[in-house]
């Protein structure tokens, strides 16, 4: 395999979203201009059916290393997904089954696949830590955990916050770190990579190499996509966009982050020169309406996910849509025997709310229209006729709903 040494190239890798490198970034690129090929990681616990945008940064850096040659592999953490990562958690996380993060982890490699090859030249390897934790016998583990020590685990911020506000934490949450540390022993990696969120985690990684192997493992930490007010988007703020989502709700979803995302965006979630994005921020500072650029955003993102075809259907649909407030010609149809609803029953019926609960706030909030009007009343009662009733959720969730 042909190890591109570009020095350009690797300055794109090392310096592109990079918040940090461990133990610093001259050491990892002498072993990259070197032209040694090295083997390298990203974990992804399967916590969701979906992966999504925050994941596909780590996704993005894995694709540059793999276009300079390195061996790379998506970690699927079957084991460490029951578990539950504390990182950042006030309160710890649900328990999973085995069959609940395999069925989450179905479509992974298909989501990935927008930004590894699994195929050709140089594939992306899938792996299952699984494989090796499901083995360890409970001597296995005393040897692994006595290269820890409590104090490590109890200085983190989460922990130190749940002890002053009593609430629990749990033995096995201490475990989790150490679960990710053995995958790095396991796989004889050189470097993992990760958000600067799991900076913890990937240290624990380094020093169980050092003490296990004698060897020396990088940790590359990426920046994270946050909002004006520095909080991280993800699946617990609810302003994340997953991989799968369609075309239309890509572009939509990206339009309505906040215009502080918009350069952080730029630079962590699209291929663009940074040429280009550093240019297209200082047009943000010199005026420049920041809608223009968010669009460029939301089609660069939709175009790596779905294609360039749809990426251009779904920017025409938002215009068309949002913009020019024009109803889309194609509309899902509805066809109900039951003439006479109230509206929140109804929105949870064509799946436009996914619960009552739901149903409510977006209507006393005015985000339901029917046949065009804003709609606040939750006992409204609607009556469905041949012609067919217009509901529209928000600017982008249109359901034509029709009597059989």
């Not at 002890?163 to 993992?192: N, T």
């Not at 939301?298 to 259907?313: C, H, P, R, S, V």
């Amino acid at each position: 395999m042909k190890i591109i040494t570009d020095k350009n190239k690797i300055d794109e890798a090392l310096g592109r979203g990079v918040e940090n490198i461990y133990p610093n970034r001259e050491a990892l690129e002498r072993v990259l201009l070197s032209g040694k090929r090295i083997r390298l990681y990203c974990g992804f616990d399967p916590s969701a059916p979906a992966l999504h945008i925050g994941n596909a940064i780590s996704l993005m850096k894995l694709g540059q290393f793999q276009e300079l040659g390195h061996e790379i592999i998506f970690l699927i953490g079957d084991f460490t997904g029951m578990i539950g990562d504390p990182t950042d958690k006030t309160a710890a996380r649900k328990k999973l089954t085995r069959k609940e993060v395999l069925a989450n982890a179905k479509n992974y490699k298909k989501q990935a696949g927008a930004y590894l090859k699994f195929s050709g030249v140089n594939p992306a390897k899938i792996m299952y830590n699984g494989k090796w934790l499901d083995k360890l016998s409970f001597k296995d583990l005393i040897e692994i955990t006595s290269n820890f020590t409590a104090q490590q685990m109890f200085a983190r911020d989460m922990f130190q916050e749940r002890i002053k506000a009593a609430k629990p934490i749990y033995l096995h949450e201490f475990l989790y770190p150490v679960a990710q540390a053995y995958d790095s022993v396991a796989m004889d990696v050189d470097l993992e990579i990760g958000g600067n969120d799991q900076t913890f985690n990937m240290l624990c990684g380094r020093d169980l190499m050092k003490a296990m192997k004698n060897k020396e493992k990088f940790v590359l930490t990426m920046k994270l996509l946050v909002d004006a007010s520095g909080k991280k988007m993800g699946k617990t703020e609810g302003n994340i966009v997953n991989l799968d989502e369609t075309p239309e709700n890509m572009y939509g979803q990206v339009m309505s982050w906040p215009d502080g995302v918009i350069e952080a965006g730029l630079e962590l979630c699209t291929n663009l020169p940074s040429a280009e994005v550093k240019a297209m921020a200082g047009e943000i500072k010199q005026g420049k309406n920041p809608r223009d650029i968010k669009m460029r955003l939301a089609y660069e993102i939709t175009k790596i996910n779905q294609g360039e075809k749809k990426a251009k259907a779904a920017e025409e649909h938002f215009v068309k849509t949002v913009q020019k407030k024009e109803v889309p010609e194609e509309i899902v149809n509805y066809n109900l025997p039951i003439a006479d609803w109230k509206l929140a029953d109804l929105l949870v019926e064509v799946k436009l709310a996914a619960s009552k609960g739901e149903a409510r706030r977006l209507i006393e909030q005015g985000g339901v229209k029917v046949d065009g009007n804003v709609i606040k009343d939750i006992n409204k009662e609607i009556k469905i006729t041949k012609g067919g009733v217009l509901l529209q959720k928000g600017k982008r969730g249109f359901v034509k709903v029709i009597k059989k």
